[in-house]
């Protein structure tokens, strides 16, 4: 640090010898290695022959220091409200190259960002990359003439701290405070603050003893008045800033910048030793400028009265009015000058007086000339808005409507109505009889044609058109045709062709094994080893236990015609009617969303409310058994009815009847979110986990969701509730897949229309058993005997299924086969 000082100080005050006698052929003082980096001040405050004196400031020092890549390294940053790196520290080895680089430095002239100049500094102009040297002195001199735009001491503090000892030189303007905040300590050795950039070289007078030999000050009297100033073997004296050495060469005299007429001030000059002050004639205040005066602007301290405008005069004000007014009496208030009194504006009418002028204006019911002054009765009927069906008769203040020939006035008194001669009653038209101007004619109704007799109609036959394309059977209707099928079979949705009648798809055929459609009706047909009943729909096996995959649990029992399952002691058949358990209980906590969006349509969106209330009636409501929530989700989520509102199955029914269709998009993946973070909480009415009530949610809907579903499908599955999907028509299988919990054929539905869903809510069982809920899942080993056999039942019935299968299309082929051969 203190190489650095003193070495900063040998520059200062070699300039400050330079410009104190002329330059000698004397040797250059040497020091050891310095990194030095001037940061200079380019901000638009600093004046164009300022920035000329900066320039030769750093020019002159260059040129008394032992610059080399091995000795003094040399950089200049420039900065406004941005840096400029005008060189850097391994940019130049020589002083002419930097003299050179200097004297092209355009200043920036923007603001002043001190702090992001010193930044630069610290991050780059002293970086290895730039030609920093390690174990030598890092020194920044900063020049400037203004406060800092923005935070310095932060930065300088930081800087300092990485090791580069920084001076600060302010000019003129610049703020003390801030300067202190960027230099290193002590501050008197630091820090240095004058009236002018023409005086900044004289403070470096003071470290040019530290560079070169013995102190000749220190050990002669040497007289000075001022200051001494060594070198190699000999001294001499200077002066403080703001003072002039005398002939004498010891002795200083004051400098007045006044009275040598070296001063800018605009009235007054008050002179100090090397420097001035400006002051301002009485009426006048000085400016920011601390050079320029302004004459004080009584009127801006606001207690004027003046009502229109307030002219400050030196040492007063006065009121003056706005064009077209007259400074009345007082002095201060205004009048607008009555031009019409002064008699020469020729109105025909009547004359009003205007700002700065006046206007003729007409009596009700005249408008004014293009002349200005005469008036005209207005003509009402030229304004277009009359309303006259016919013609238009202005009068004074209004208009009158009159018909043509032939037309009567109606009581509007505006509108005209031709004589009506169908009204006459002998016109003989079949449909409608249209009046003529002396005369009529008979038209019939859209989709008929009047024929010859010009009196008749009849109605177009649009299937003779020979376009119609419908498979069957063409019917003209009033203006068009629609397409009809054949007996037994339907119209397509291309309301053209037709498609034979699935009587089987209507789910209430009643076949206990399978349906086979023919035309206008279907028969039932049992699997292999049955027997069609006299009822035609069941099916009969001498021991159906033996025969058929009954799926029991524990043991089946056979009966004439069926069987039954049966559990052991201690346990209960479930809903299933093939499962046993330890309870079956119905008291859940049940949160059914439905899909409200536009594609379910509003005659479906019925269907699904009774497919709810379908639901509800399988159900044990109260506040202590099972307990219902409703939400319905389009592209936004709405809680119909929360868990606790309703303690009945009559309140819940009739609170879905009175749910309204939302319409819009599907956002099932944002309505699953709203039913794990919000339906199933306590304050909707779930009740608590550590009750173990089972939490059971019921998903319906009819298309493909337009966000995603996998997230929150899986999250309310880990939050232990067990999911329901029911889907139909265009539902994705793969999305109600994702949602429904296992097992999948217990929890998973699908209808390919909305006519069947009431099937499926009969097919739904909802009750869960708290205890089951809570229990784990039997893992049974594959290479176990019952495992085996098992799995060989299974394979072998699903064979058998699919052989029945095959024989039930073979047999609706033959069918259809005999059809063809009969139309044939």
């Known amino acids: 640090m203190t190489r650095a000082l003193v070495y900063v100080g040998v520059l200062i005050a070699i300039m400050a010898a330079t410009e104190a006698r002329p330059k000698s052929a004397e040797p250059k003082c040497k020091s050891g290695p310095v990194d030095l980096v001037f940061i200079i001040d380019g901000s638009r405050s600093v004046r164009a022959h300022e920035f000329e004196t900066m320039r030769k400031f750093m020019i002159d020092i260059i040129h008394e220091l032992d610059v080399g890549l091995?000795?003094?390294?040399?950089?200049?940053?420039?900065?406004?409200?941005?840096?400029?790196?005008?060189?850097?520290?391994?940019?130049?080895?020589?002083?002419?190259?930097?003299?050179?680089?200097?004297?092209?430095?355009?200043?920036?002239?923007?603001?002043?960002?001190?702090?992001?100049a010193i930044r630069y500094a610290m991050n780059v102009a002293f970086s290895a990359e730039e030609g920093a040297r390690p174990n030598v002195p890092h020194v920044a001199v900063i020049v400037t003439d203004g406060r800092p735009q923005d935070r310095v001491a932060e930065v300088a503090a930081a800087a300092r701290e990485s090791g580069i000892e920084i001076y600060a030189i302010g000019v003129a303007r610049a703020d003390m405070t801030s300067l202190r905040a960027m230099a290193s300590p002590p501050f008197e050795d630091h820090v240095f603050l004058v009236e002018s950039f023409d005086l900044i070289h004289q403070f470096g007078l003071q470290f040019q003893d530290k560079l070169c030999g013995m102190d000749l000050c220190l050990e002669s009297d040497h007289g000075c008045e001022h200051i001494c100033e060594s070198s190699p073997g000999s001294y001499h004296c200077l002066c403080l800033p703001g003072y002039t050495l005398n002939e004498d060469g010891k002795t200083c005299t004051p400098i007045d910048l006044c009275a040598e007429g070296k001063h800018d001030c605009d009235q007054i000059c008050i002179a100090s030793p090397g420097s001035f002050t400006c002051d301002c004639n009485t009426g006048y205040t000085l400016n920011d400028d601390k050079r320029t005066c302004t004459m004080i602007d009584y009127c801006s301290f606001g207690n004027d009265s003046c009502e229109h405008q307030c002219v400050s005069v030196l040492n007063g004000f006065n009121c003056r009015c706005n064009e077209g007014y007259s400074l009345n009496g007082d002095l201060k208030t205004c009048t607008m000058i009555d031009y019409c009194s002064f008699g020469n504006d020729s109105c025909e009418h009547e004359c009003v007086s205007v700002l700065q002028s006046f206007y003729c204006r007409c009596h009700e019911g005249y408008s004014l000339n293009e002349d200005e002054t005469t008036c005209t009765m207005i003509d009402y009927c030229s304004f277009g808005n009359d309303s006259c069906e016919h013609e238009c008769v202005s009068v004074l203040n209004g208009f009158n409507c009159r018909c043509n020939d032939g037309y009567s006035l109606n009581a509007d008194m505006k509108t005209c109505t031709m004589i009506d001669y169908c009204s006459f009653g002998n016109d003989s038209c079949e449909h409608e009889c249209v009046s003529l101007l002396k005369g009529f004619n008979c038209r019939c109704n859209e989709g008929y044609s009047l024929n010859d007799d010009l009196k008749t109609c009849t109605m177009i036959d649009y299937c003779s058109f020979g376009n119609d394309s419908c498979e069957h059977q063409c019917v003209s209707v009033l203006k068009g045709f629609h397409c009809r099928c054949n007996d037994g079979y339907t119209l397509n949705d291309d309301k053209k062709t037709c498609t034979m009648i699935d009587y089987c798809s209507f789910g209430n055929h009643s076949c206990a094994h399978h349906c086979v459609s023919v035309l206008n009706g279907f028969y039932c047909r049992c699997n292999e080893g049955y027997t069609l009943q006299e009822n035609r729909k069941t099916c009969q096996s001498d021991n159906l236990c033996n025969t058929v995959e009954h799926g029991?649990?524990?043991?089946?029992?056979?009966?004439?015609?069926?069987?039954?399952?049966?559990?052991?002691?201690?346990?209960?058949?479930?809903?299933?009617?093939?499962?046993?358990?330890?309870?079956?209980?119905?008291?859940?906590?049940?949160?059914?969303?439905?899909?409200?969006?536009?594609?379910?349509?509003?005659?479906?969106?019925?269907?699904?409310?009774?497919?709810?209330?379908?639901?509800?009636?399988?159900?044990?409501?109260?506040?202590?058994?099972?307990?219902?929530?409703?939400?319905?989700?389009?592209?936004?989520?709405?809680?119909?009815?929360?868990?606790?509102?309703?303690?009945?199955?009559?309140?819940?029914?009739?609170?879905?009847?009175?749910?309204?269709?939302?319409?819009?998009?599907?956002?099932?993946?944002?309505?699953l979110k709203h039913m794990v973070e919000n339906s199933f909480s306590e304050a909707d009415g779930a009740r608590p986990a550590e009750k173990n009530i089972p939490r059971v949610g019921l998903v319906f809907t009819d298309g493909r969701s337009q966000d995603d579903i996998q997230e929150w499908a899986k999250k309310a599955k880990d939050a232990g509730i067990t999911m329901y999907a029911v889907g139909v028509g265009k539902a994705v299988e793969d999305e109600l897949r994702e949602i429904a919990s296992e097992p999948m054929e217990k929890h998973f539905f699908y209808s390919a229309d909305f006519t069947a869903i009431s099937q499926i809510a009969e097919n739904l069982k909802l009750n869960v058993c708290a205890a089951e809920s809570q229990g784990g899942i039997e893992v049974k080993d594959p290479c176990a005997c019952e495992s085996l056999v098992e799995f060989q039942q299974v394979t072998m019935s699903t064979l058998d299924q699919l052989n029945q299968k095959l024989s039930a299309m073979t047999k609706r082929l033959e069918v259809l086969e005999s059809q063809l051969l009969t139309r044939k």
């Open 70 to 116: 091995e000795a003094t390294r040399i950089g200049v940053v420039q900065y406004s409200s941005q840096v400029q790196n005008v060189f850097s520290l391994k940019a130049f080895s020589k002083p002419a190259q930097m003299v050179r680089a200097i004297n092209e430095i355009i200043p920036l002239a923007q603001g002043t960002m001190t702090g992001l």
């Open 552 to 671: 029991c649990e524990y043991q089946c029992v056979s009966t004439p015609g069926s069987y039954h399952c049966v559990c052991p002691e201690g346990h209960v058949l479930q809903d299933d009617g093939k499962s046993c358990g330890t309870c079956r209980s119905s008291n859940i906590d049940l949160v059914l969303l439905i899909d409200g969006s536009k594609s379910v349509r509003p005659q479906n969106f019925k269907l699904v409310k009774q497919f709810v209330n379908q639901v509800v009636d399988q159900l044990d409501v109260s506040p202590k058994g099972t307990r219902v929530g409703l939400v319905q989700y389009s592209s936004r989520v709405r809680t119909e009815f929360p868990l606790s509102m309703y303690q009945t199955k009559d309140e819940i029914k009739k609170a879905v009847m009175n749910v309204e269709y939302m319409e819009k998009g599907t956002m099932t993946g944002l309505a």
